[in-house]
């Protein structure tokens, strides 16, 4: 089933001082399935915040198709949806508690307080029930919008940059929520800059460059298509030097270190290491991260 479907979305903007336009989106195509952790990439301007605001009916399209649990229009599945927008900002003066309970009614839902502290708790802010949101941190400020983002237990969260402004334990406790909210057959999609973490939890991404979409896939089968190289380990022989044809080689503690970058080759090497009786311990392929991937895609 699929839970979101966009066909040739256009956002055009349009400034009413100076008459021109510029293009946010052009002819955007994307499809999410239920129960994806899906990651949404793009260098800065790429139209990934313009994309998300629209899916969430904050924005107009210009054109386009956009389909949420199969109904055209936003409005019918909003209920079903949470979201965390880049750089959220709350009513101030608010606890965190009230602002639980606040985006709870929302969802006509009227949580407890000992619901709201076990909210809290799970996004690590259980002693804040009662601060004032002026007095939080960058990082608990996108803690508390996490929450509320689930608040409602809606079937499609969409999260943008969900991670930033957090320290490293922040990070890993919020991307451990994440992969819990899905297991729970929650489907997620987000944006995020930090690369590592999206090729950690997440099933497939897309890669958006000028408002269109580069490039999707299963990330296993992308990665798995960018090998780098193969690097043969062995030991058990002392003369190395025919073995500079096959690739780069070093040694390390009497074991030796072989890089090759093509399987025919890698074959002749293997069968050269047998001939003269050596001890092959490892056949392993190097695929590029998804950093790489992402960059050689931007600079293509």
Partial sequence: MKILDIKSLVKIYRSPFLMKKSVGLDGLDLEIEKGEIYG??????????TALKIITGLLKKTSGEIRLFGKLSPLQARKQIGFLPENPSFYPHLTGGELLSFYAKLYNKYLSTNEINKNLAMVGLNESINKRLDGYSKGMVQRIGFAQSIIGDP???????????????GRREIKDLIVEINRKGKTVMFSSHILSDVEAICSRVGIIINGKMKQVGNLRNILRRDIKFVEIEFE?????KNFSKFGEIRTESGVNFLRIKSEKTRDKAIKEITKKNGKILSV???KSTLEEHFMRAINE
């Fill in 40 to 49: 949404l990439l793009g260098p800065n301007g790429a139209g990934k915040t």
């Fill in 155 to 169: 079937d499609f969260i969409i999260l943008d940059e969900p991670l930033s402004g957090l320290d490293p334990l």
């Fill in 284 to 286: 392993a392929p190097v």
């Fill in 236 to 240: 058990g022989i002392n003369n190395l």
